[in-house]
């Protein structure tokens, strides 16, 4: 178990100032089995925050992970461009808050009287997002105030994710600019 990340953490979150871009730009995980891991906020296994630009997750087997906030499996918060996923099997992770398998979004600015940086652009495909859980929103893949990039979502298999709220398989809020396509979503679950 772990704040932040349980498993593996790349940065750290909510820092104001210029000390946010943690400067952990192009670092790939890679061919990795994440098993049965528990973070006690923003990520379950993999926690990718501000500054890690360039950043590549393939290959891995991310499973039975558990955060007590968000991104069960990984978690993108913060400003991180240019960032991709893929090829990784995402399933039986489970979030208390929000996307029980993948979390994007854009980090809390520390004035409330200012948007969202944003999370800045990442591409995810080739993924099989499997069997994971939400108790709010987005039981397999989750956009939560990632802002005007290009996402980019293709090629996934999102089956059998469940959440208590509201995109059983994927949820989108505050993500103006996702291209979603080719993908096979089918029997997820929202109560």
């Known amino acids: 178990g772990g704040a932040y990340a349980s498993a593996i953490r790349l940065g750290t979150p909510n ?96 004035d409330p009287n200012l948007l969202t940086p944003g999370a800045g652009p990442v591409n995810i495909y080739n993924n099989l997002i499997q069997n994971n859980l939400a108790n709010d929103d987005g039981g397999g893949l989750r956009f939560l105030m990632a802002g005007n990039f290009q996402y980019n979502v293709y090629n996934n298999i999102i089956v059998n994710n469940i959440s208590t709220h509201e995109g059983g398989g994927v949820s989108l809020n505050d993500a103006p600019n996702v291209r979603f396509f080719n993908n096979t979503v089918m029997k997820n679950i929202t109560t």
Not at 53 to 59: M, Q
């Open 15 to 110: 820092i104001a100032g210029p000390l946010n871009d943690s400067q952990n730009d192009n670092i790939r995980i890679a061919n990795n089995r994440v098993l049965a891991n528990g973070g006690t906020n923003l990520a379950g296994a993999i926690g990718i925050f501000s500054g890690t630009e360039g950043y590549e997750v393939a290959n891995n087997d991310i499973c039975g992970n558990f955060s007590a906030e968000y991104g069960g499996g990984i978690s993108h918060y913060g400003l991180s461009p240019n960032g991709s996923i893929h090829h990784n099997r995402v399933y039986f992770n489970r979030s208390y808050d929000e996307g029980g398998g993948i979390f994007i979004a854009g980090e809390l600015p520390a």
